[in-house]
C-alpha cells in the first residue's frame, strides 16, 4: 500500500522484485486504487535517479553496513584509525555531543529532513561534515569508515541496533545475520561501504501521494489515508502517528454517515478483473509485464523527459493494458498477486507520466528536468500541481499553492491544546466533529496539510524512543 517502488526498477533475478531499500511488496496498490477512484495526487512528477545501487544489492549494503544514515542515525563515525568524523548541525557549527545530534538547541528551530534534489546537503538537520572527501584526499582522515557503535552510550547503541536494526521489518535480516556470525555492538565497529551507481533511467518516487486535509481525508470524501499514502509521507513515527490520526477521524467521520448499500455491479466486475489471470491456461507471465512496463518508464520517462517522449509512453502504457495486460496468467495465488501488484504499476506510471506532462518547467527541488525546457516560469516552482482521473477517464490537473496548508506553527499548537484537553478527558466528540472538514461548504478556508507536519499531533502521543526519537520530533514552543 505504501510509495510505489517499482515503477521504473525490475530486477527479480538480482535482488528481488526491487532494487530500493523498501519492502518488494510496494508496488503501489493503494495509489493505484485511488488514482481510478478519482482521488487528486500532489508531487507525483517528482522522482530521481536511483542512487543507492540498483541491482547492486543495496538492500543489504545499505542497511547491512555501518552507516550515519537512516536506522543507523545518529551513529558515530570513525576512520580507520579511530580518528572521529565531526558532526555539524543546522547553522554549520560543530556538534561536540550525541544528544545535540537529536535534539535541537533554543534558536535552532525544527529538525527536518530535506526532501528532493537538496536531500543530504542543505543542513536542515545534524549530519557529518559536508567536505569528508576532500579532508579525505588532503590525509585528514583514511579509509575504510566505520560505525563506531561503542563509544556511543548503552542507550543510543541499543536504540540503533536492536530496536531500529532489527525491529523496522527489512532489517530483521541484517540483525539476524551480524548477530549469528558474532557481531557485538558493545565491542564491535561496523565498516561502512560505498555504494554503486545504478543502471541509466532507474529512478525513484520522491514522496508523492494523496493530497488530504489535517484530518487526512483525500479529496474524496469518506477516503482517509496514512503513511505513505500521503504525500510527503516518510519513515516509521510519521505512519504510526498518522495510521492513528487518520483513524480516528475516519471513525468519527462513519458516526455522521448512513450505511451505504454496496454496489453489486461494481464487486462483480472487479472479481471478474482480479481472478481474470488465474482462469487463463496460457499467456503472459507477472515477471515479463513487469519488465516491460520498467522499460518504459525507463525510455520515456526516465532520465531525460520531454513531452514527445512521454506521449510516446502513455501511448506503450495503453497498449501494454489493452493488450499483453489482458493475457496475463497465473497458476497460483503468489503469481496472481503479484500479477495484481502488475496491473497497479502500469496505473500509478499513468498517473506519473500525467503529473510529468503537466509541470512545464524544470524544478530541482523536485529533482525534476525536461531537456525541452528552454526557460523556467518563476511561478511553475511556487506551486504543487494536482492530477486526478475522472469518471469518463479524462486527466485533470490544478495549482495548487505550496502554503494552501496554512501557518504550520499556528495548527501546530491548535493540536497540541486539543491533545492536553483530550488526555485530561476534557474533550468531547462533538468537537472533534466539528473540526471536521465540511464538505458541503464550497469554501476556499479549508487547510490541507503535507503528512510532514500532520504527524505533529499524534508524534506528541506515540513513537517516542527515548532522546533519540524525540529529538527528531521536538518542535519549538517559541
Not at 119 to 137: N, T, W
Not at 342 to 354: A, K, N, T
Amino acid at each position: 500500500m505504501a510509495t510505489p517502488e517499482r515503477i521504473w526498477i525490475f530486477s527479480s533475478e538480482h535482488t528481488g522484485l526491487v532494487g530500493r531499500d523498501g519492502p518488494p511488496t510496494n508496488a503501489g496498490n493503494g495509489f493505484a486504487m485511488a488514482y481510478r477512484a478519482g482521488a487528486r495526487f500532489l508531487r507525483m512528477e517528482a522522482s530521481s535517479h536511483e542512487e543507492w545501487g540498483g541491482s547492486t544489492g543495496i538492500h543489504s549494503t545499505m542497511f547491512g553496513s555501518g552507516s550515519n544514515f537512516a536506522i543507523w542515525y545518529p551513529c558515530s563515525i570513525v576512520d580507520s584509525k579511530g580518528k572521529i568524523i565531526p558532526w555539524i548541525g543546522k547553522n554549520g557549527i560543530p556538534i561536540e555531543s550525541v544528544s545535540e545530534r537529536v535534539i535541537p538547541k533554543d534558536g535552532q528551530g525544527v529538525f527536518s529532513l530535506v526532501l528532493g534534489g537538496a536531500e543530504g546537503k542543505s543542513p536542515a538537520m545534524p549530519q557529518l561534515i559536508p567536505d569528508l572527501d576532500e579532508r579525505i584526499k588532503n590525509g585528514e582522515y583514511s579509509l575504510p569508515l566505520y560505525a563506531d557503535l561503542p563509544a556511543m552510550s548503552k542507550h543510543e547503541r541499543r536504540a540503533i541496533f536492536g530496536l531500529m536494526v532489527g525491529q523496522e521489518g527489512h532489517t530483521w535480516p541484517v540483525y539476524r545475520n551480524l548477530t549469528r556470525a558474532g557481531f557485538d555492538p558493545d565491542k564491535d565497529l561496523l565498516q561502512s561501504y560505498e555504494m554503486a551507481d545504478a543502471p541509466f533511467g532507474w529512478r525513484r518516487l520522491r514522496y508523492g501521494g494523496l493530497l488530504h486535509d489535517w484530518n487526512l481525508q483525500s479529496s474524496i470524501e469518506g477516503l482517509f489515508a496514512a503513511g505513505q499514502q500521503l504525500f510527503d509521507g516518510i519513515g516509521i513515527a510519521q505512519a504510526s502517528s498518522t495510521g492513528r490520526w487518520a483513524g480516528e477521524c475516519a471513525a468519527l467521520y462513519t458516526e455522521t454517515i448512513g450505511v451505504a448499500e454496496p454496489d453489486r455491479t461494481q464487486i462483480d466486475h472487479e472479481k471478474q478483473r482480479i481472478y481474470a489471470p488465474v482462469r487463463r491456461d496460457e499467456g503472459i507471465n507477472w515477471k515479463e509485464l513487469a519488465a516491460g512496463v520498467a522499460k518504459v518508464m525507463q525510455d520515456y520517462c526516465g532520465d531525460k523527459k520531454t513531452d514527445e517522449l512521454m506521449k510516446i509512453g502513455l501511448v506503450y502504457l495503453s497498449e501494454i493494458n489493452e493488450a499483453e495486460a489482458q493475457t496475463l496468467c497465473a497458476k497460483n495465488p503468489h503469481e496472481l498477486m503479484r500479477a495484481i501488484e502488475v496491473l497497479d504499476i502500469i496505473s500509478c506510471s499513468e498517473l506519473i507520466i500525467h503529473a510529468c506532462m503537466a509541470r512545464k518547467s524544470e524544478n530541482p527541488w523536485l529533482s525534476f528536468k525536461r531537456l525541452d525546457c528552454k526557460a523556467n516560469n518563476p511561478y511553475d516552482g511556487e506551486k504543487w500541481i494536482s492530477v486526478k482521473k475522472t469518471k469518463d477517464n479524462r486527466i485533470e490537473t490544478d495549482d495548487v499553492p505550496l502554503d494552501y496548508a496554512g501557518d504550520i506553527f499556528e495548527n501546530y499548537h491548535f493540536w497540541k491544546k486539543k491533545l492536553a484537553a483530550d488526555a485530561a478527558g476534557q474533550m468531547e466528540k462533538e468537537e472533534y466533529r466539528r473540526a471536521l472538514p465540511n464538505r458541503n461548504e464550497k469554501s476556499t478556508t479549508t487547510k490541507y496539510q503535507t503528512a510532514g507536519f500532520i504527524i505533529i499531533k499524534n508524534l506528541l502521543l506515540c513513537c517516542r524512543r527515548s532522546n533519540l526519537i524525540e529529538g527528531m520530533i521536538w518542535m519549538s514552543d517559541k
